[in-house]
């Protein structure tokens, strides 16, 4: 199977770089797969799963936060402001972000504190999907 070279960047570290035989990057409009040879593109990144596939090995998962992909010449640029792979994640810490943002939401304090809740909120809940965690 053809392969692309992939960068998955956070602000503070590399998750993966490397070859790649699959990637899905969460967008605003759903998910969009890319494989090797796909059209020139840039689209934004919301909060959600990424998924890629290093060549031989299992799907890889992470939750991330907004940012963007660029993919051009075969190579695929994923920049974004967080990263976690599902073993990284403190599934305890989640859940009580999850909880504080809710409580946040519940309060009804201005648009901003409410609009930070309730990204907060759709983080620490991605987080606790990527980990594997129940009773979201």
């Known amino acids: 199977m053809d392969t692309f070279q992939v960068h998955i960047l956070a ?3 590399t998750l993966y770089e490397g070859p790649c035989v699959s990637l899905t990057i969460p967008a605003s409009d759903g ?4 494989l090797a040879h796909h059209a020139s593109m840039m689209a934004a990144i919301v909060p959600g799963t990424l998924r890629y596939q290093p060549p031989g090995e299992e799907v890889q998962l992470a939750a991330v936060s907004p940012g963007m992909v660029k993919v051009e010449d075969n190579e695929v640029l994923v920049l974004v402001d ?3 792979r599902p073993e990284e994640i403190d599934e305890a810490r989640a859940r009580r972000e999850a909880d504080q943002a809710r409580e946040a939401i519940l309060q009804k304090k201005s648009r901003q504190e409410y609009q930070l809740a309730q990204a907060s909120l759709a983080r620490a809940l991605n987080r606790l999907r990527v980990k594997g965690g129940s009773g979201l």
Do not use: N, V, W, Y
Not at 31 to 34: H, L
């Open 11 to 13: 602000a503070d570290r």
């Open 31 to 34: 998910e969009r797969g890319i």
């Open 82 to 84: 967080s990263a976690e």
